[in-house]
């Protein structure tokens, strides 16, 4: 038997390095979703089965996966492609330009994960094409090259935040 869920109560988020996926995992912990970074692909398919089975009481499920994992690029379609026969993720992949994602990588003077002895423009090169396939399944591209956090936070509060009130917390320390 099929279980389909709501869309977003299952996301996946990925995308390119440096596009903006730890402020997407931030922004939806501060929605009440459970949000996972770098859970191995072939780990997904169990995971999905725990959820479905309501034997982990989590209610909205994040997962952001890249090519931090070896053979991602090659797995992941396999695994998005059977998890889909039990749920409906919601995959949304995020981009940016090459001179974007390098002068980020520069700005954060943080090495690009697949920059062994390269330069990081060509890490960067190098994960756009790996990643093609994965980006041609997402149900969602957002291109972050023109986004400031701010900016890549008030685009994610018009996706998730449909209707519902948006309550200003403040943490007092």
């Known amino acids: 038997m099929k279980t389909k869920t709501k869309v977003d109560r299952f996301l996946i988020i990925t995308g390119l390095s440096g596009s903006g996926k730890t402020v997407v995992s931030h922004f939806l912990e501060d929605l009440a979703y459970y949000c996972i970074d770098n859970l191995p692909?072939?780990?997904?398919?169990?995971?999905?089965?725990?959820?479905?089975?309501?034997?982990?009481?989590?209610?909205?499920?994040?997962?952001?996966?890249d090519i931090r994992e070896a053979g991602f690029s090659r797995e992941f379609p396999k695994v998005l492609e059977l998890i889909r026969k039990k749920i409906s993720p919601r995959v949304i992949f995020l981009d940016a330009s090459n001179e974007t994602l390098v002068k980020r990588f520069s700005e954060s003077r943080r090495p690009h994960p697949i920059a062994k002895a390269k330069s990081t423009l060509e890490s960067v090169q190098m994960e756009r094409e790996s990643l093609a396939e994965v980006k041609r399944m997402a149900d969602e591209?957002?291109?972050?090259?023109?986004?400031?956090?701010s900016d890549l936070r008030k685009v994610l509060a018009r996706k998730f935040i449909k209707g519902k009130k948006w309550r200003l917390q403040i943490l007092v320390i």
């Open 41 to 65: 692909a072939k780990l997904i398919p169990n995971f999905v089965e725990l959820w479905t089975r309501k034997e982990v009481e989590i209610e909205k499920v994040a997962l952001v996966v």
């Open 141 to 149: 591209v957002i291109d972050t090259t023109d986004f400031a956090i």
